[in-house]
């Protein structure tokens, strides 16, 4: 049954690994973005300082799992620093320029020849998740009657989920506390800000940390779910999709990234299965002169990036997003 | 001396202490003259330059302002006013210049630290926190919150009793300045002239000791005008020096206690309102020193002859 197929195909793309990652990359963006307002275009370049640092501990240093998670994330807060001493005592979109291209130095950095019997090169990393297969409690295949995974598919979302959810409560507790209104505070005019007695930089670096923090644990996660890491992983469009996700679930909303993932990667699935289920065969629903079977699979991309748009002209607050705030743009 | 920001217990604005007449006393005594020497300065400024490219924009050589009186700047545009204010605040970093606010150098202090010693400013545009609602524009002005370090944020029982207390003290400020029915709304969606109520209520929270209003009327209706003059007077009955920017001159007659008077970047006069607003000095540096004057033909011919030779002379030197 096609219909079936495609529904069970897209929750299973929906609430699995890969939603996990751009879920952790959005909640990252989000309390950059959302809630300090800083145009951070790099997370992809955070994403690969975790992901590339976890594996080449295990795999070419020949050092213990956690030793790599702790370079990861240590290593994600010097990027932070990095990046922010310079750029966040000006304006906004300096940021914005300085963390893409920072993103794409790493990406290139870590891929290059020069550096290939540390990074793979190319091809990247593999066999480091070892310590995290072994901690697998999940033995035979997890079946929940419309979606099934492997068992290390289902440890991998088992165990994001989990760091999800613990992520969303740290950042609910954050932004219901004075320290989270300071953020919004910036978000709003930091010059304001500033004239009350907050030292703006340094709780605008502090939003940077945190949520590079959790662009490295995405990192870690697109590493364990491909079992390999390499430069693809974390090129500039995981950036643009992690903003999408947080644009559809709604930024500056706890829970705006986590459904915007999920509603984002059960789009796009649903969007390729569909056109693949009209065009595929040799007497396609669809027929070849409207589209032929290479050209539906791109159409997920056109489809969304249309809904997008219209999501921005329709509903800019996103899924969660209060219409009231937005009313107050318009003055 | 922190100042008492609880509501008065009659309701009204305006509490008379007697403070305004202290002031005009403490200064009666200082000659009308740039720069003049106060009896209490709480700040005291030298040799003030900022420079943007070949224009100097502010070049104070000395100001004092008297300790628990209302100072107002004022001046043509372009004088230099809300750039010496940057200047004193920290908000921007002048080319030469040291001064002191309570006896303590704030030259090379960042904005935050400024506010954190009592000196607290507002804007001329006005910047309220326009997705916060007005409750929690006012509580992010509280200094010294414990729940404002990341350690201890995500922990509420470290900072709800003071955010409870600061929420007690908002409440009351926002009571005096007429603000309470809109407390939860967002403060994007009040008018003009309540963001300016909202931003004065604000800068109260920090809890200042000298507070700085860059132009508190304008775009205010007139009939909030009144209270805002009101507010303001009673920020110098509450034991705050208020020192202001402001080119409604009504407003600077009715409340300043003394005036200093900026053009191109100087400090041209000061004196109490009537003296100031009578001097020649400002005068002209408002108008134009040959306002008066009436240019006969002769008269006219004159400059005109001086003009071309001094093209002449030019042109000679430059071969």
């Known amino acids: 049954m096609d219909i079936l197929n495609l529904l069970s195909g897209s929750l299973q793309q929906a609430l699995g690994p890969t939603a996990v990652v751009y879920a952790l990359a959005a909640i990252g963006l989000n309390v950059q973005f959302g809630y300090t307002g800083l145009l951070n275009f790099g997370q992809a370049g955070f994403m690969a300082i975790g992901g590339y640092f976890m594996a080449a501990s295990v795999a070419t240093w020949g050092l213990s799992f956690w030793v790599g998670i702790a370079l990861g994330l240590g290593l994600s807060v010097v990027l932070a620093l990095l990046l922010g001493i310079p750029t966040l005592r000006l304006r906004a979109d300096y940021l914005a320029i300085v963390t893409i291209a920072a993103a794409e130095i790493i990406r290139q950095t870590l891929g290059s020849v020069t550096l290939l019997k540390w990074f793979g090169g190319q091809d990247g990393l593999i066999n480091f998740q070892r310590t995290f297969v072994e901690m697998n409690p999940f033995s035979s295949r997890v079946d929940l009657g419309i979606v099934a995974w492997r068992p290390f598919d289902f440890w991998l979302l088992f165990s994001g989920w989990i760091l999800v959810a613990i992520g969303v409560v740290v950042v609910w507790l954050l932004m219901r506390s004075p320290w989270g209104r300071v953020l919004k505070g910036i978000r709003e005019d930091e010059d304001a800000v500033r004239s009350l007695g907050k030292n703006v930089y340094s709780y605008k670096m502090q939003s940077l940390i945190i949520g590079g923090l959790f662009g490295a644990v995405a990192g870690f996660y697109v590493a364990l779910q491909h079992t390999n890491m390499n430069p693809t992983w974390v090129a500039t469009d995981t950036t643009f999709f992690a903003y999408t996700v947080l644009l559809l679930g709604g930024a500056a909303r706890v829970l705006g990234p986590v459904v915007g993932s999920i509603v984002f990667w059960f789009l796009i699935t649903f969007l390729d299965l569909f056109f693949g289920i009209l065009t595929r065969g040799a007497d396609p629903f669809m027929p070849e002169w409207i589209m032929t079977n290479q050209q539906a699979s791109l159409m997920r991309l056109i489809i969304m990036g249309l809904a997008l748009m219209l999501l921005m002209i329709f509903r800019p607050q996103g899924i969660f997003g209060d219409r009231r705030e937005l009313a107050i743009d318009a003055r | ?319």
């Open chain 2, 1 to 319: 001396m922190p100042a008492d920001t609880t509501a008065p217990a009659s309701g009204s604005e305006y509490v008379d202490r007697g403070r305004a007449a202290e002031a005009r006393k403490a200064l009666a005594s200082v000659e009308h003259e740039p720069g003049a020497p106060k009896p209490d300065p709480i700040v005291v400024a030298d040799e003030v330059t900022r420079q943007f490219g070949g224009l100097k924009a502010v070049d104070v050589a000395h100001v004092e302002i008297q300790r628990g009186a209302i100072t107002a700047l004022i001046g043509p545009n372009g004088a230099g006013k809300t750039t010496f204010f940057n200047l004193l605040t920290g908000f921007d970093r002048p080319n030469t210049g040291r001064w002191t606010f309570n006896g303590k150098s704030l030259a090379g202090m960042s904005a935050y630290k400024v506010a954190r010693l009592g000196m607290v400013r507002t804007f001329q545009l006005t910047k309220v926190l326009a997705k916060l609602t007005v409750i929690e524009n006012m509580r992010i002005g509280a200094t010294g919150q414990s729940g404002e370090s990341l350690a201890r944020a995500m922990f509420p029982f470290f900072w709800r009793a003071q955010e409870k207390a600061n929420t007690e003290r908002a409440g009351a400020i926002l009571q005096r300045f007429k603000l309470d029915a809109k407390r939860d709304d967002f403060a994007g969606s009040l008018s003009g002239g309540q963001r300016k109520l909202l931003e004065m209520a604000r800068a109260l929270m920090v809890e200042p000791e000298l507070i700085m209003l860059d132009e508190p009327m304008a775009g205010v209706n007139p009939a909030l005008k009144q209270s805002l003059l009101g507010h303001v007077k009673s920020l110098r009955e509450d034991g705050m020096t208020v020192f202001f920017v402001e080119h409604d001159m009504d407003m600077v007659r009715d409340i300043s206690d003394w005036v200093i008077v900026m053009a191109q970047g100087q400090v041209i006069a000061e004196g109490p309102p009537d003296s100031v607003m009578a001097d020649q000095r400002v005068i002209d540096a408002y108008l134009g020193s040959h306002h008066d004057q009436v240019l006969d033909f002769e008269e006219e011919e004159k400059i005109l002859q001086e003009a071309q030779e001094e093209h002449v002379k030019n042109e000679e030197e430059a071969q």
